[in-house]
Each structure stands twice: as structure tokens, then as C-alpha cells.
């Protein structure tokens, strides 16, 4: 056989054994929305508003990306059952990974925790006058030229 063989050949898939639900596209549609609850507020423009520091800064704070990639590959693998079930599933035949996810969790958490307290200490140390300046130690002194 060559491959002009295969250019011309027809298949007819609707003859096939697999048979899927009807409503297939609507639990598509319905998981997309439970997976990603914060995809709809993201696509909204919205006019400035004085509280857009305090949006962003509880919208940060409410990103969790590990237990996000721990939902997706649940919801990969448990496709038909309902939300918190197929959690618990995942979670009982992958318990490294789902330690791994919650300490990954747990360290991004800290460090953005660290991250909010230090930028609030300069913007503190900022406003009462305290600098900040680090010595630059030079092996060679500048000179102008």
C-alpha cells in the first residue's frame, strides 16, 4: 500500500462501538466553570475604581496554584463523578502528591506572605525617612575620565 491510498480513503466514525453521552458538552462547559471560578471576573473590564490595590492584593492572595493542578489532574481522571468525590478519590490513590501539593501550597503561601510584609516595611521605612543604601566596595577607585 501507498500513500496516495491513504489520502483518498474515507472513514465512517458514526459506525463506531464508542458511544458517548449526549450532554457531553455541557458537563465540558459546566467543568471549565467549577475549575476556574476566577476566569469570568478576569475577562470583565472594569473602570478604576479607588479599591483596585485591595482587588489585586485579595486576588493574589486567592491563587492556589498547586491545589489548582491538584483539581485539574483529579478532574482528568475522575471525569464523572461530582466535584469533592473525585477530590477524595485522587487524593486516596495519590497521597505523595497531594503532600507535595499541600507543601508547595503552604511555601508559596509563606513566601507571598514575606513578599507583602517586606514591600509594607520599605513603603513604612520610606515614609518616616530611612534610607536604605547599601556601600558599593570597589577594588579599583572611580575615576572621571
Not at 99 to 123: K, Y
Request: glycine share 4%; aromatic share 10%.
Amino acid at each position: 500500500m501507498d500513500d496516495s491510498d491513504y489520502a483518498d480513503r474515507q472513514y465512517d466514525f458514526s459506525k463506531s462501538d464508542i458511544r458517548l453521552p449526549s450532554d457531553l458538552d455541557e458537563q465540558a462547559k459546566g467543568l471549565q466553570n467549577e475549575r476556574d471560578p476566577l476566569a469570568s471576573e478576569s475577562d470583565v473590564s472594569r473602570s478604576k475604581d479607588p479599591d483596585e490595590l485591595g482587588r489585586l492584593i485579595s486576588k493574589v492572595l486567592r491563587f492556589h496554584p498547586f491545589m489548582r493542578l491538584f483539581n485539574v489532574c483529579a478532574t482528568s481522571m475522575y471525569l464523572d463523578k461530582a466535584r469533592g468525590e473525585r477530590m477524595r478519590l485522587f487524593s486516596e490513590s495519590h497521597p505523595r502528591f497531594r503532600r507535595v501539593c499541600m507543601i508547595g501550597e503552604f511555601v508559596f503561601t509563606a513566601l507571598l506572605a514575606l513578599l507583602i510584609l517586606w514591600a509594607i516595611g520599605l513603603t513604612v521605612m520610606k515614609f518616616f525617612g530611612v534610607n536604605l543604601t547599601w556601600p558599593i566596595v570597589l577594588s579599583v577607585p572611580c575615576v572621571g575620565r
